[in-house]
């Protein structure tokens, strides 16, 4: 009995141990699949837009739809377009990259120009009347004169005899108070008469002195400046008209400044400025843009532009030459790059994008407005992708750039009629036709253009691919891409079933 017992105990030990080798056996081979260690050692270089967009992320993230971007391995990353370098070459080229990021594209436009007079501080003095110089109080150009100093005295037989006129009848009308209205009327005539005449002569602005035995009128300064001219000499005779004095207030002046023909729609009234002259390197003199003049010079290709700048030390001189900075650009914030991101051809820019590390690819861009340091990119590169700012000669002559942009040139200079036109085949449910003409669609995975299945909305070629077909129905279709990142809809159809097929 106890033999027996042994005997059973032991083919039951032996059944448990067979077991368990088998299923050891069983777990081992599963685990050394070929290529699974591998495949779960490997790690994403960097993540790619699933529609197919210009725009990586060393990230995981979704696009506006939701869609996860997919991740690209190692050797998955070469292709036609893109390059790679050791990563010791890398660090000994000295490459160094920016993210594209979104700035206020401001610059300065640098242009040349000259200090003038304010033309509406500029004041002449022209007697209305003929008379001669008897003394001058201001006698040297150049000199300062301030609001009301008196510049010089004339005498005038025509001027006296109109002053001794007004005055008689002022004097006859306040005799003839008591007298008959057409007796006060006449004199009242006379005595406007006389003010009138005084009047057009500008009276006003000099001032008589009849205390002398020979009555003079003193000519005063209409305003503070400087006496820019002179031509008032002691004893000369003038006639009605002739320019004595030129007087200018320098407190303020303006300068214009040469814009080039290309620039100048970027300037705007009101624009503010910073003026240097070589009298003063040391200092600035703030300004502002007043008026840009409507003409163009042919010979130089320049407009005008008018910079008004407060003078009130009169550090600045009229005819001196400025050098002018005008502060240009979009206020809105733009796409930007580094303009040493860019390679320029002649014929396209093109930057290169790195991927990830050692892992580059050439993007032909459109640039738009540009700063100091700073260009604006149209299309071609997205918001956060690293454009390489330094080093990109240095790349091109150390990896394959120059094949790498030769496979992106075809596609580019070929017409639209010329272009290969691809269609994709996908299955999925027709959910709604929408009112602006769409289809919402919910479709399965696309594995041709590696669309993970999902609800999407088309536009299609023409309406009358959906009729007669019902939301909810199960469709085939094919799409295209119109455009970058637009798909349209060129063929649907309702799936039939076997059943429909059969009968």
């Not at 009128?217 to 002179?230: C, D, M, Y």
């Not at 729609?265 to 003199?285: C, H, I």
Request: aromatic share 6%; no cysteine.
């Amino acid at each position: 009995m106890n033999n027996a017992v042994k005997t059973i105990l032991g083919v039951v030990l032996l059944l448990a141990v067979a077991a368990g080798g088998y299923w050891y056996g069983q777990t081992s081979a599963e685990s050394r699949v070929p290529g699974t260690e591998a495949q779960a050692e490997r790690k994403p270089l960097y993540y790619r837009n699933p529609m197919g967009l210009p725009d990586t992320s060393p990230v995981p993230k979704k696009d506006s739809m939701g869609m996860d971007y997919v991740p690209v391995y190692e050797g998955e990353a070469e292709s036609g377009s893109q390059l790679s370098i050791s990563v010791d070459k890398v660090q000994k080229l000295g490459v160094k990259s920016e993210a594209a990021a979104l700035r206020e594209l401001k610059r300065t436009l640098r242009v040349t120009g000259r200090i003038e007079i304010d033309e509406r501080r500029l004041h002449t003095i022209a007697p209305r009347f003929e008379g001669w110089v008897e003394h001058l109080y201001v006698n040297t150009t150049g000199q300062a004169v301030s609001k009301g100093q008196a510049l010089f005295d004339v005498y005038s037989p025509e001027l006296v005899s109109a002053q001794r006129e007004h005055a008689l009848a002022i004097q006859g009308l306040a005799a003839l108070k008591d007298a008959d209205d057409d007796a006060k009327q006449s004199m009242q005539q006379l005595a406007d008469a006389s003010a009138a005449r005084l009047k057009n002569w500008n009276m006003a602005a000099v001032h008589a002195d009849t205390g002398d035995s020979r009555p003079r009128v003193t000519f005063r300064a209409p305003a503070s400046g400087i006496v820019l001219e002179k031509k008032a000499v002691q004893g000369m005779r003038f006639m009605p008209g002739e320019m004595l004095y030129q007087i200018a207030d320098l407190s303020s002046v303006w300068v214009i400044a040469e814009v080039p023909e290309q620039d100048i729609g970027q300037v705007e009234p009101g624009t503010r400025t910073q003026v240097t002259v070589d009298a003063w390197p040391e200092r600035s003199f703030d300004g502002k843009v007043a008026f840009i003049y409507p003409t163009l010079n042919s010979a130089t290709r320049t407009v005008q532009v008018r910079i008004e700048i407060a003078n009130p030390k009169a550090l600045l001189k009229p005819a001196m030459f400025a050098n002018a900075q005008i502060a240009v650009g979009k206020a809105d914030k733009v796409l930007t790059v580094p303009t040493s991101a860019v390679i320029d051809s002649g014929t396209r820019q093109v930057v290169l994008v790195r991927l990830a590390e050692g892992h580059f690819e050439p993007r032909t861009v459109t640039l738009g407005s540009r700063s100091n340091d700073y260009v604006e990119v149209l299309s071609g590169i997205a918001e956060r992708e690293q454009a390489v700012t330094s080093a990109n000669f240095l790349i091109d002559s150390e990896s394959n750039l120059k094949a790498a942009l030769g496979g992106m040139a075809s596609a580019p200079a070929k017409a639209p009629t010329e272009q290969k036109i691809v269609g994709h085949q996908a299955q999925g449910v027709l959910d709604a036709i929408n009112n602006d003409g769409t289809v919402s669609i919910t479709h399965e995975p696309i594995p041709a253009l590696k669309w993970p299945g999902m609800t999407m909305d088309f536009a299609l070629t023409n309406s009358s691919l959906v009729a007669g077909i019902k939301p909810g129905s199960a469709i085939t279709f094919e799409i295209l891409e119109r455009s970058e990142g637009e798909w349209l809809i060129t063929k649907l159809q309702a799936e039939t079933s076997h059943a429909e097929h059969n009968h």
